[in-house]
């Protein structure tokens, strides 16, 4: 199960064709959800980098010239995965800078197999079963009422901590992000009542 | 900027919607009725006192964006109170017609499964939330971003705040609303088909593309030119 949250891509290239070819090469991608942003030259991309910081930075490192941009990037904004686009030969010095690199001759799955790699970097380790355990019922159950994590940690004598620990694999199995989401959920399975959430949401 | 696909003020108005029909929204929330017979995009908006330049930067956006559009920091002559404008129209949109709009169809959807009422008490209690986080975000740029702006314009002194301050925390609001739809196709208990739910998630679907792209433009329009005249007034001083 991957998560919804949207991932932002900037791609940098002057060549149009280029920049279309990637971009569509990402849509296939269906594991992720991408937004994507084509930017032509360098100026607009030093405004765009400060407006809204991407996750991914895919750039062709040749228009980048002597304009040693991103060492800049990762100095003022570490989170940054910097990609370079290869169309032609390029001195491995150049290359050193970059998280990783992307060859227009690769294929779709080759291309797959770098994202995840950067993208995994952040994920910490996925639950993969869906089944929730009786003491993350209990947790909804208490989250949907509006408890605060230290009032559920009270209650079940369990340390905050765990509280939040349990709070974050219910949210990634079921991909439900919001208390008002899980009451719903709640509901449904008949883990509370009506009036239990309606106390607890407003 | 690709300049080939981009519609001009030559072009005939009904030949936009013809081509792609989501901007009829658009000429709505400019304020431009239908019956547009053969004029061109110039003279209809001459006619309703609508500034052309950000009309036809509006409408390029949306188009664009269907193929990826292209960044651009230093855009075309938009006309930052025409864009506040139509920014303000679509907020109301959202608000006042639209939202409203699908919490009746929902809730009558909903109602045709009355053994289903908690799930659809649950459903409601969640869609009223989501509707004052909508609101309130956009309460906050109509109030606050959209006079920081007109402020900026008239030369009247503005603290500190800037724009960036705005772009790096301006969230896209149809988050909750997918969330939403997620759920109920995942875990509404239905045990017949019901038309009526279904049209109400399209509506869903359509609405959140369409907060999404109201987002974006947001982000890829009118972020950048009210960076753009923040430079302008730094360099002039």
Redesign the interface.
Known sequence: MKDNDSIKIAITDNSTIIRAGIASVLKRLSNHNFTINEIANLDALKIFIRLHTPDILIINPLILSNNNITLSVKKEFPTIKTIAILSSFIDQKTLADFDDTISIFDDTETINTKLEELLAEDDEETTDTEQLSLREKEIIACVVKGMTNKAIADKLSISIHTVITHRRNITKKLQIHSAAGLAIYAIVNKIVEIQDIKDGIN | ??HINRYKPTDKMSNIIFRNYSLISVMSRFGLPLGFGEKTVKEICDKQNVDCNTFLAVVNFIEEEQ????????NEQISLPALMDYLKQAHSYFLDFNLPSIRKKLKEALELEPKNN??T???L??YD??ETEVNRHMEYENKFVFEYVENLISGKDTGSYR??NF??KHN?IE??L???K??II????QETCNNLLNATLFDIFHCESDLNLHCKLE??LF??AV?ELEKRLVNER
């Open positions: 900027m690709n193929y990826g559009y292209e960044y651009d920091a230093e908690d799930v008490q649950s459903i209690l969640f939330k989501y724009i960036k772009a790096q896209h988050k909750n997918t969330e939403l997620n759920i995942k875990y509404y208990p982000d890829e972020t950048p960076a």
